[in-house]
Nanobody, 118 residues
Framework: QVQLVESGGGLVQPGGSLRLSCAAS????????MGWYRQAPGKQRELVESVTSTSNTNYADSVKGRFTISIDNAKNTVNLQMNSLKPEDTDVYYCNAQNEVFKNVKYWGQGTQVTVTS
């Protein structure tokens, strides 16, 4: 019933920028941690950056200083600003909503492709 829909992926040259957006079908910010994950073919899905309902953030060392997650509660969206992109950032990026009270309640988007190449 709950839907998370990602957008903003595409093809970009190294050093370029992209802004990913995740739109939720309902208001889920309250008591949810929101995050972006990525997954390469044959690899495990890994955390890129997340933010809790109390505004605590967590992020991968590989994106420190380059990516920034933000929440727009009025628009029911979570964004990921991606700067100084590298070829290693090429992956499918997934939006995630994790309930902070019931740990088994988790939602995923279908993913959006980001390709960084010269």
């Amino acid at each position: 019933q709950v839907q998370l829909v990602e957008s903003g992926g595409g093809l970009v040259q190294p050093g370029g920028s992209l802004r990913l957006s995740c739109a939720a079908s309902i208001s889920i910010f309250s008591r949810y941690a929101m995050g972006w994950y990525r997954q390469a073919p044959g690899k495990q899905r890994e955390l890129v950056e997340s933010v809790t309902s109390t505004s605590n953030t967590n992020y991968a060392d590989s994106v420190k200083g380059r990516f920034t997650i933000s929440i727009d509660n009025a628009k029911n969206t979570v964004n990921l600003q991606m700067n100084s992109l590298k070829p290693e950032d090429t992956d499918v990026y997934y939006c995630n909503a994790q309930n902070e009270v019931f740990k088994n309640v988790k939602y995923w988007g279908q993913g959006t492709q980001v390709t960084v190449t010269s």
